[in-house]
């Protein structure tokens, strides 16, 4: 594919185990590099599409700049998207409306095209209700009308799923899911992260806040951006496993904390294959955990074979990297005990995740033991991991009385904005800072 990305897979890991254990885990580096360029921005006429998503409702006009600045914010989106792009406007209410194009389906993005997509977006007023479902099942129609490889959805609300289930959103969401990658905003406090943390899990996106709406225009002009540098989508991460041995769990942990479980497609025999979206040149980070049958001392086992598989257009696929994921049984306490330092760094940043969102749902629940338990165990585990970012997002919701043991008061009073932006950014995690590189990864 022209502009597609080179990429590498490495894997890091302590391959030996005690006696009777059966747990391997392994850290997947995947670094894609060389995307993008002339070539890409070039690229093959639908071979990208972009949906804008703007929350229409009647909250939208609350304070009034909300609505001017999710306008500009969404015209700034349309500038940035290249030449060639096949993109659309969706307004949403209780309903979805197609704002731009005037007929069902996607323009192809010029200087025309842009400015008439522009000039629809000012029109918008805001009235009616929130319906999250039916935005997203008007995006996945719209994008269903054109061939494009790379397809990518901007949401933005402001408000609660009022006029849906949250089975009905569910349900909408599992049917769209693997259709198309989604970035959800919520602008301002009256949101709920839950929802759109669910939106964006499961469409292999990311969540976040923009607590004013000042902020929204150089997120959206963002999210484009990084969406127009996109050069190979749907991508996958196949794992082989032998005889005996099965998957626990696979996890992306870096840049953001995605669980892939059950998201597994078999690809006969002992294999499946994992989504991880689209790339450009990046490198993330996955977790595996492998459940193999004991064996003696001194056995030595291929636990697992990592590939990376890209689609072809014809149906063919194309394996661009491979790894290991080894075990070796021994006696030797001081081999087996030894923690992988990359292991070690990501386990501790999904418990930093878990901690800060199980505790922010106590706090919220009245439960005041739990919620300072958690947050206590989560400013502890944010001391020792050097995540400073997430420590003084956590300053603002406890009182910390000694970091190194996880000593905390709850705050008698929690700005609405400083909750929401703990919880949305618990899932972003820190690289873990590597020395020289290993000669053989897997045995680091």
Not at 23 to 35: K, L, P, Q
Request: proline share 4%; with cysteine.
């Amino acid at each position: 594919m022209t502009g597609a990305p080179d990429f590498a897979v490495e894997v890091y890991q302590n391959e030996y185990l005690s006696v009777g254990a059966t747990e391997v885990n392994a850290i997947v580096t995947v670094t894609a590099s060389g995307a993008g360029g002339p070539a890409a921005a070039a690229g093959p006429a639908g071979s990208a599409a972009e949906v804008i998503i703007i929350d229409t409702s009647g909250s939208m006009h609350v304070p009034r700049t909300k609505l001017s600045s999710a306008k500009q914010a969404t015209a700034a989106a349309i500038d940035t998207l290249r030449d060639g792009v096949a993109f659309a406007v969706i307004a949403g209410t209780d309903q979805a409306q197609l704002v731009y194009p005037y007929r069902h389906g996607l323009e192809v993005a010029n200087d025309q095209t842009r400015a008439e997509a522009k000039q629809a977006v000012t029109k918008l007023s805001a009235n009616g209700g929130t319906a999250i479902g039916r935005w997203l099942h008007l995006a996945d129609s719209v994008f269903a009308t054109q061939e494009s490889s790379m397809r990518h959805a901007i949401l933005l609300t402001d408000g609660q799923n009022m006029h849906e289930t949250p089975r009905q959103l569910a349900r909408t969401i599992h049917e769209v899911t693997g259709h198309f990658v989604c970035d959800a905003r919520g602008v301002g406090t009256d949101w709920e992260v839950k929802e759109l943390r669910q939106v964006a899990d499961a469409l292999l996106g990311t969540v976040d806040i923009v607590a004013e709406p000042e902020g929204l225009e150089a997120d959206f002009r963002a999210m484009a951006a990084s969406a127009m540098n996109k050069a190979v989508a749907d991508v996958s991460l196949r794992l082989w496993t032998p005889q005996g041995a099965t998957i626990k769990f696979v996890k992306q942990v870096e840049p953001t904390l995605a669980d892939l479980t059950g998201r597994r497609t078999d690809v006969p025999p002992r294999s499946g294959d994992y989504p991880t979206g689209s790339w450009g040149s990046e490198t993330r980070d996955y977790h595996v955990c492998v459940q193999v049958p004991a064996a003696a001392t001194g056995e030595k086992m291929l636990a697992g074979r990592v590939s990376l598989v890209l689609p072809g257009p014809d149906g063919s696929e194309t394996v661009v990297g491979k790894g290991n994921i080894v075990a070796v049984w021994t006696e030797d306490t001081a081999l087996s005990t030894r923690i992988n330092r990359e292991v070690a760094h990501y386990t501790g940043q999904a418990e930093l995740a878990d901690a800060i969102q199980e505790g922010l749902e106590a706090r919220k629940a009245g439960d005041v033991e739990t919620a300072t338990a958690k947050l206590g165990r989560a400013v502890q585990l944010a001391t020792e991991t050097g995540h400073s970012d997430t420590a003084k997002l956590l300053a603002k919701v406890v009182d910390v009385e000694d970091a190194k043991t996880g000593t905390v008061r709850l705050k008698r009073k929690v700005a609405a904005v400083d909750e929401m932006t703990l919880d949305t950014r618990s899932s972003k995690t820190m690289r873990v800072r590597r020395k020289a590189e290993p000669a053989e990864p897997t045995e680091s």
